[in-house]
């Protein structure tokens, strides 16, 4: 059981090997690549773009005054690594690392894909 797992990993490590970029900024291929710090946060991708995407999510916030809990939605836009370009599309549930500040907007970059769009966590 265990040579199996073992032997899945490697593989696995061989086609991250074999894929590249031309990205100067993806935290994995890049020349100059942008450290990851800070916070993390997983979303659903509501629109993509070249170089970067929007991921939206909930979070939920409770209100003193009447007791009460409200769900807010946050919306954040994050570098799409040129390696990531295929595979990523919307309605995908990724997650987002913070770097450094990019561009005006983005300060965020896309580090994996969790799951595809329309299958469950148990699939």
């Known amino acids: 059981m265990e040579k199996k797992k073992n032997t899945e ?10 894929i590249s970029c031309a990205d100067q900024f993806c935290p994995i291929h890049g020349k100059n690549k942008a450290k990851l710090r800070g ?3 997983q979303g659903k991708v ?17 209100d003193r005054k009447y007791e ?10 994050a570098r799409l ?5 295929e595979d990523i599309n919307v309605g995908d549930y990724i997650e987002i690392a913070e770097c ?6 983005i300060h965020f ?3 994996k894909l969790i799951r595809k769009e329309g299958k469950n966590e148990s699939d």
């Open 9 to 18: 990993r490697k593989m696995e490590k061989k086609k991250e090997e074999k």
């Open 39 to 41: 916070r993390t946060f």
């Open 46 to 62: 509501i629109r993509k773009f070249p170089g970067r995407i929007t991921l939206s999510f909930e979070r939920v916030l409770h």
């Open 68 to 77: 009460r809990y409200e769900k807010r939605t946050t919306k954040l836009h």
């Open 81 to 85: 690594p040129d390696c990531m370009k």
């Open 100 to 105: 450094r500040k990019l561009s005006k907007i």
């Open 109 to 111: 970059i896309v580090t």
